[in-house]
């Protein structure tokens, strides 16, 4: 079969520049226009709450996720400037990912610049020999993470994984620099940017194993010598003593949930795995999923030395959350990281099978039924118009809050006295977020007994304790009592159902609560 021509798969109408750049400006109006329009989700509230009470570290991740939000907050602590700075990084993003597939596969050049091992597939002739190749993989890179449901919906939502993404994307860049030279100016971007990862979230300690993994395969050991490495660790170490510090003053509160966390089962179990796996699936793309996991485990990708380097950075995080998911299922947005830098090598995987007959309806259909499905997801944070069965729609969780605290603040109002103020009260640390920022600044305390970032900010609620509880249908219904960090009793006082086209999307009970239980150990 004849290879088709660089000028007819361009069809000399557009660059790949300008074509990166309208996707870009496409997905950063849709998600500035929603921004507007949608509720926070109970993630993007906790940590709109991080800007507005400022520290050096938090309870359940360090402290970049909240810093970013500090000026947004101060300036304007509504829905839509909790947005600004996760779109901002998203378009960030994107330029980034694209750079990362243009050196590492725009020229067989950047492959021979560090490496001797032995490369199995080198691009076409034909291909290799026009530059613009290289620019139509990096837009490849792009249509691919933005067809990748979850991670174009985390542009809008901020995330730890938003600017850790970022900075390592930006770590790798200064990794293929110091591949190539010894600059002492790369040994300090590299400290910069591991201390900055470290401070985004704490995945980032798998850096650390990618690091040493690329000394032992590139033959880099010589770099134990170099004093910009030990620059760099100096750097990165300084970096995260507000980490350090806050959890030093706070009994290690941080470092304790973190191992404790991901390990809620004593034993491991193939489903638990295999249900995450299925998740990550959809949540991701079958695309990017199936061709992930096959460059993941054909040994021949780890021959091309652009995807050696990417798989590196990648394959830590996999085995961790993978391994992990064996205890605790975990949530997709966790390995986002990982996802991200396997999609140069399967845009290039891709890009040398291009005549394959199979090649353009798998690349069509992908397009059409993801891309339509990732507009589908996007209006649905505009407005839940599916009709589903009743509380089948998956935004319920995401739906109504500002409803609901309206309600809850009219309650709190009519039952209240002088002498006994109504705190509210919900049953976890999630739903607390939601229903916090919406009542801000009052507090909201938590009847799960679970430590939680808001005992820091608030403090545990106190026996004998009075409060309004609002509880979402999807949690207990009706509420525990007569156990410690619970209730004596609890009365219903209202129910509201939400609905939109005769579907009811959520009902949120409030309950009148009289005497709270505090354990033993705090009354």
């Known amino acids: 079969m004849t290879q088709p021509s660089v000028k007819s798969m361009t069809l000399n109408t557009i660059t790949p520049k300008f074509a990166s750049l309208l996707l870009v400006a496409f997905m950063t109006s849709l998600h ?8 926070l989700g109970g993630d993007e509230a906790h940590y709109a709450l991080y800007g507005l009470m400022p520290d050096w570290s938090y309870f359940d991740h360090p402290p970049m996720v909240g810093w970013l939000q500090i000026i947004p907050m101060w300036l304007a602590p509504y829905d839509w400037s909790a947005r600004i700075v996760p779109i901002a990084i998203y378009a960030l993003l994107n330029y980034l990912l694209y750079q990362i597939t243009l050196q590492l596969f725009g020229s067989q050049k950047s492959d021979q610049a560090w490496s001797n091992h032995q490369q199995p597939e080198k691009m076409p002739l034909e291909i290799a020999s026009h530059p613009i190749s290289a620019h139509w ?34 770590l790798i860049l200064v990794v293929i620099k110091l591949l190539e030279t010894n600059q002492l100016k790369y040994w300090v971007a590299l400290g910069l940017l591991v201390g ?14 990618s690091l040493i993994l690329l000394m032992v395969v590139e033959k880099r050991w010589f770099w134990l010598r170099e004093k910009g490495l030990w620059i760099a660790i100096i750097i990165a170490t300084l970096m995260i003593t507000p980490i ?69 950075f990648s394959l830590p995080v996999t085995v961790l959350f993978a391994w992990g998911s064996g205890y605790e299922e975990s949530l997709p947005h966790w390995v986002s990281l990982a996802w991200l830098l396997l999609i140069p090598i399967i845009v290039h995987w891709l890009w040398l099978r291009q005549t394959k007959k199979w090649f353009k309806p798998v690349i069509y259909l992908h397009l059409i039924l993801i891309g339509s499905l ?85 403090g545990l609620p106190t026996a004998g304790m009075n409060g309004l509880l609002v509880v979402p249908h999807y949690e207990k219904v009706p509420p525990v009592t007569q156990k410690p960090n619970h209730f004596e009793k609890c009365s219903e006082l209202k129910q509201e159902s939400l609905s939109v086209n005769d579907s009811i999307i959520v009902t949120y009970r409030y309950y009148l609560c009289e005497n709270f239980i505090a354990p033993e150990s705090v009354q």
């Open 196 to 209: 900055l990862a470290a401070l985004s979230k704490y995945t980032a300690v798998t850096l650390v194993l």
């Open 374 to 458: 990732v507009l589908v997801a996007h209006s649905l944070l505009y407005k839940p118009w599916i009709a589903l069965e009743d509380y089948k729609n998956p935004i319920q969780g995401d739906y109504g809050w500002p409803t609901a605290a309206k309600t809850a603040l009219e309650l709190q109002k009519q039952h209240a006295t002088v002498d006994k103020p109504l705190p509210l009260f919900v049953s976890n640390w999630s739903v607390a977020s939601h229903l916090t920022w919406y009542v801000k600044p009052q507090p909201v305390y938590i009847t799960s007994g679970k430590q939680t970032q808001f005992e820091f900010w608030y």
């Open 137 to 170: 993989m990096g837009f490849g890179s792009l249509v691919i993470l933005n067809t990748s449901l979850i991670l174009s919906l985390m542009g809008m939502a901020m995330l730890p994984d938003n600017p850790l993404m970022v900075v390592v994307l930006a």
């Open 32 to 39: 500035l226009f929603l921004a507007f329009q949608a509720e």
């Open 244 to 312: 350090l510090y806050w959890n030093a003053i706070h009994d290690w509160a941080s470092f304790i949930y973190q191992i404790d966390h991901g390990t809620k089962s004593d034993v491991w179990s193939i489903e638990r795995l295999v249900r995450t796996q299925a998740i990550q699936f959809a949540s991701y793309t079958p695309l990017l999923f199936l061709l992930g996991w096959w460059v993941m485990l054909k040994p021949s990708s780890y021959q091309n030395p652009g995807s050696r380097l990417l798989l590196l």
